[in-house]
């Protein structure tokens, strides 16, 4: 029997602030905002904030949804209207009982007004208006290419985003058992957020891995095979004619609590090696749960799209089953959010189809195969999201081809001075094993992060996204330079002496300072003529090192 929710809400987040407004049937909406509560007539105006996420709930009829074979499957569609004609259709999704949401993102200041169309007769024709006022403070909107420069991201709001990316498969684990709070989440986020990661590669669901697992993994720290699942039944029974709504309500929370920590989701859609039982590719069941997800997670600005990891790698599908899905997905995403697939095959051969590339490349070499990546895909921002190094935990979970966290840091600033960007993996987060309270691990297993807060102040301190790479400034290592007199360098271990290439500075003063991207330190800068042929000596130390550069 289906079990009518008593009204209709509708519900704001952000980073700032949380709150709910109320419609009580045929009577007037509510808006509840700390103590106040203020009352306005039904299909009045609501005041909201530009890129805040709005649901709106409308309430279907009991009678209705109960003749439903599945009520997922109604049509709901709400269409947007701003005062200068602009307009935005956005679908809505089923919410258990009689509940169903349109979710809303307004992507500018000003009036909305809406209308609802639905192929159930108790949600169509429902009106209302917003008057969104201008966004909060520090509200930026969602992930976008660069119209300028399309091989760098920004947000909505123009500012640029630079990602340094951090994969955690199972974040969806961490509280889904839990009805009423996402503790451990927030505590993992937190983490990486202090930490300087504004994005997390993660699934909207995964089973477990097939690799044998570590004797010493525990079980708190085991979220494999876990007991939650998107569909109907049980991952070992699994029931595709249904799914599981309040899987994805507590999969929002997750999605949530990273927009309100400025952290990107890149959600992965499917998954074909973690042992997922999915229903048949492209059947009733499998577009029901695609769909599904595209409709309730659009609105996000801090989403950008991933069809599925390692997507042609197991023989589940073809490009021409990803390609339908990219398609499918863009009808459905009035947002138009990113959209890239986890697979660097599909990504060359069909470069138009996404927005931006990621790619698998382990080599040892890495510096010149990205740049070779960069040179063959000059129109697309470029995501190494997985560069064969994996940093080591206290348990082995995948060791890959590099564990030193050391290394898997060279490995990332060669794609960050390649004019790529990069993703790192530890391997007490990346997989089933989780350690979500790191702080507590003894200083000898405990993964470096801290090594990727530096680099977060050293690129946004000099804003690597506005600069050129690939360029010879140098007879050794790499440079990033803005072309007036600003110049990057990523100097290898193995240089004592780093000669520089600055012909058209000759005559002019260079102060020179060497950073440690291992400890975040910089040296006091030095000032030096430049020569015909500059070099400077390279100081000693444990691992490459950054030197930058600036004409005086």
């Known amino acids: 029997m289906v079990k009518c929710i008593p009204n209709i809400a509708l519900l704001f987040t952000c980073p700032f602030f949380a709150f709910s407004v109320l419609f009580l049937p045929m009577i007037c909406p509510v808006i509840v905002q700390g103590s106040e509560t203020v009352r306005v007539a039904d299909g009045g105006s609501l005041s909201v904030r530009q890129w805040d996420v709005i649901d709106l709930r409308f309430r279907g009829d009991e009678a209705q949804v109960r003749e439903l074979a599945n009520p997922v499957d109604v049509d709901l569609v709400a269409t947007f209207q701003d005062e200068a004609g602009t ?5 809505g999704f089923y919410n258990d009982g009689c509940e169903y949401i349109v979710r809303f993102t307004p992507p500018s200041s000003g009036q909305w007004s809406y209308e609802t169309e639905s192929s159930m007769s108790s949600l169509d024709g429902k009106t209302g208006t917003l008057v969104v006022e201008s966004p909060q403070v520090g509200r930026r909107g969602g992930i976008v290419v660069d119209a300028k420069e399309k091989t760098r991201f920004q947000y909505e709001s123009g500012d640029s985003y630079y990602p340094i990316a951090f994969e955690c498969d199972w974040l969806f684990a961490l509280d889904a058992g839990n009805e009423s709070d996402i503790p451990v989440t927030r505590q993992f986020v937190d983490t990486l957020a202090e930490n300087g990661f504004n994005q997390v590669v993660m699934n909207v669901f995964a089973y477990d891995v097939n690799w044998k697992k570590d004797e010493r993994l525990t079980a708190d720290h085991d979220y494999g095979s876990p007991s939650v699942f998107p569909f109907g039944g049980t991952n070992e029974d699994p029931d595709f004619s249904r799914l599981n709504i309040d899987y994805f309500k507590r999969l929002d929370r997750v999605i949530e609590y990273l927009d309100q920590k400025d952290i990107v989701a890149h959600l992965m859609i499917y998954v074909w090696n973690k042992r997922v039982n999915w229903p048949e590719a492209d059947s009733e069941a499998d577009n029901r749960y695609f769909d599904y997800v595209a409709r309730r997670y659009q609105a996000y600005p801090n989403l950008v799209w991933d069809i599925s990891k390692e997507a042609l790698g197991y023989g589940h599908n073809d490009v021409g089953y990803i390609s339908q899905r990219i398609e499918r997905l863009r009808e459905h995403d009035a947002y138009d959010r990113l959209v890239t697939v986890h697979d660097y095959s599909y990504c060359r051969r069909f470069v138009d189809k996404v927005d931006f590339v990621s790619v698998q490349l382990w080599s040892s070499e890495l510096y010149g195969v990205m740049r070779k990546v960069r040179s063959d895909m000059p129109g697309k921002p470029i995501l190494n999201i997985e560069h064969g190094g994996y940093e080591r935990g206290p348990y082995v979970v995948f060791n890959g081809n590099y564990t030193s966290p050391e290394v898997c840091l060279e490995r990332s600033y060669q794609c960050v001075f390649a004019g790529t960007y990069t ?7 990346a997989w089933n094993a989780i350690i979500a309270d790191i702080e507590s691990l003894p200083a000898k297993v405990r993964p470096r992060l801290d090594y990727y807060r530096h680099m977060r102040t050293l690129a946004d301190r000099f804003q690597f996204d506005q600069l050129i790479a690939g360029d010879k400034k140098s007879n050794a290592g790499f440079c990033l330079h803005d072309g007036k007199g600003k110049l990057i360098y990523y100097v290898p271990r193995e240089c004592d002496f780093l ?37 400077v000596e390279v100081p000693s130390s444990d691992g490459f090192q950054v030197l930058i550069v600036q004409i005086q």
Do not use: C
């Not at 600055?502 to 030095?526: A, C, D, H, V």
């Open 87 to 91: 307009r935005l259709s956005v679908d």
């Open 423 to 429: 993703t790192h993996y530890w391997q007490g987060a």
């Open 499 to 535: 000669g520089l290439r600055l012909k058209e500075f000759q005559g002019r003063t260079m102060s020179i300072t060497w950073f440690n991207p291992r400890s975040g330190e910089y040296t006091e800068s030095e000032s030096q003529k430049i020569a015909q042929w500059p070099a």
